[in-house]
């Protein structure tokens, strides 16, 4: 049960003209990739999650976020499908592929699984809407931003992996927090989310830099990398193939590797149900992503904030 990802999406209204899109086949594969990149297959004794996130419910979020400070058709929609071409195990992939501080190694396939998805194309047809409109979710500054910008998948990110991961926001948290956001004009000229006030800025912040703290612990380096050991495997066995990584879901994954006869990779697989905290030793990768925050508080931003209130 997601309650406190629950108390979060009801502080927003669904659109009527959203409704037809959520169950389009291309987004409801997400409902089974997890936000957490497989994690919540891992050890219990690493990853101890509060509540299981999956992409749909982090897509769904960041469309209403976005709805809710543009009530603009298109870019809610591609903040619904920006994540669309998330393969299973999510960015641990972009390890797989060596891409460790970007993690945008696989967002190539979007264009391609919106255009197959022949449910959809009908209907952004009725909408009027060419499939294209969708692919470019980075020219809506609400939707996505370079850090350390705030927007709506980054801001959706940090209220997510502080339930489930850090378990650093509680039901109260999540709405003072949300209900706190506004959009201003950056000093870019860009519509950028930010924060009315100080202190839910802070929580957010806080959250943010603990996340950073997980993401770069000698665990979460280790885990990632296992998961993408054992992915490459299953890749170079010919149980899977790369592509199928982008349209099969990660239960169906984990059943074929499970059930096949090759002695290592289901010992890879056991470790990485298994182990223990303890033996994990130095495990530190220098170049991944810093996920650092500067948000907007009042129209300035929180390092030049903080500076005019000292």
């Not at 990802?5 to 594969?29: G, H």
């Not at 972009?94 to 998805?117: A, P, R």
């Not at 009908?122 to 979710?137: G, H, V, W």
């Not at 339930?163 to 950056?186: H, M, Q």
């Amino acid at each position: 049960m997601k309650s406190l990802y629950n108390t979060y999406l009801n502080l927003f209204t669904i659109p009527p003209f959203l409704e037809k899109y959520l169950n389009v086949p291309s987004l409801i594969r997400l409902k089974n990739i997890s936000y957490l990149c497989g994690m919540e297959y891992a050890s219990k004794d690493i990853y101890d999650f509060k509540e299981n996130i999956s992409r749909y419910d982090h897509s769904l979020t960041v469309a209403l976020l976005t709805w809710k400070f543009t009530n603009d058709k298109l870019s809610t929609l591609t903040g619904l499908f920006h994540d669309i071409a998330t393969p299973c195990f999510s960015h641990t992939i972009d390890y797989m592929n060596k891409d460790y501080e970007t993690q945008e190694s696989t967002e190539e396939y979007t264009e391609e699984i919106i255009k197959n998805d022949k449910i959809l194309l009908e209907q952004l047809k009725k909408d009027n809407i060419p499939y294209k409109a969708l692919t470019n979710f980075k020219k809506y500054t609400i939707v996505d931003n370079e850090r350390p910008k705030l927007c709506a998948d980054r801001f959706d990110g940090i209220i997510l992996t502080g339930i489930a991961w850090t378990k650093t926001l509680s039901c109260n948290d999540i709405i003072e927090i949300t209900s706190d956001l506004t959009v201003y004009d950056n000093e870019h000229g860009e519509k950028e989310l930010g924060f009315k006030t100080l202190i839910p800025a802070l929580k957010a912040i806080e959250t943010s830099e603990k996340i950073d703290l997980y993401c770069h612990s000698d665990e979460d380096n280790y885990m990632m990398e296992l998961l993408a050991k054992i992915t490459k495997h299953a890749i170079a066995k010919k149980i899977v193939c790369y592509k199928e990584l982008f349209y099969i879901d990660e239960n169906t994954l984990f059943t074929r590797m499970k059930n096949s006869k090759d002695e290592y990779l289901l010992k890879l697989l056991y470790e990485f149900e298994n182990i223990k905290k303890e033996d994990i030793k130095t495990f530190s990768l220098s170049n991944v992503k810093k996920r650092e925050i500067n948000p907007l508080i009042n129209g300035k931003r929180y390092k030049d904030y903080m500076t005019i209130l000292k």
